[in-house]
Nanobody, 119 residues
Framework: QVQLVESGGGLVQPGGSLRLSCAAS????????MGWYRQAPGKQRELVAT???????NYADSVKGRFTISRDNAKNTAYLQMNSLKPEDTAVYYC?????????????WGRGTQVTVSS
């Protein structure tokens, strides 16, 4: 079993900042790519950012220049620093990790954390 727990969401005014964390625990040999996705009401889940085990990031065009993804491999934790937040960033943010353990390789999801950008 692998668990991903997100934290750091909340209510913030437009132009504000939040930092999300995603901590992985359980039966883990290696975590490859980690990523953040989001789902707004009535919309499909979409990619926000991913980061490889070597630290190479990838961003959706809508967040480039505003969001920064990072990770601490020793802690099995990924972060998403979100600056210059806009109302359209409002969504539930989910963490994903591509995990390897003795049972094989698979993707794991967290339960999500709500981010609301509103004045």
């Amino acid at each position: 079993q692998v668990q991903l727990v997100e934290s750091g969401g909340g209510l913030v005014q437009p132009g504000g900042s939040l930092r999300l964390s995603c901590a992985a625990s359980g039966s883990i040999v290696r975590i490859n790519t980690m990523g953040w996705y989001r789902q707004a009401p009535g919309k499909q889940r979409e990619l926000v950012a991913t980061i490889t085990s070597g630290g190479s990031p990838n961003y959706a065009d809508s967040v480039k220049g505003r969001f920064t993804i990072s990770r601490d491999n020793a802690k099995n934790t990924a972060y998403l620093q979100m600056n210059s937040l806009k109302p359209e960033d409002t969504a539930v943010y989910y963490c994903n990790a591509q995990v390897e353990n003795k049972y094989g390789k698979f993707g794991s999801w967290g339960r999500g954390t709500q981010v609301t950008v509103s004045s």
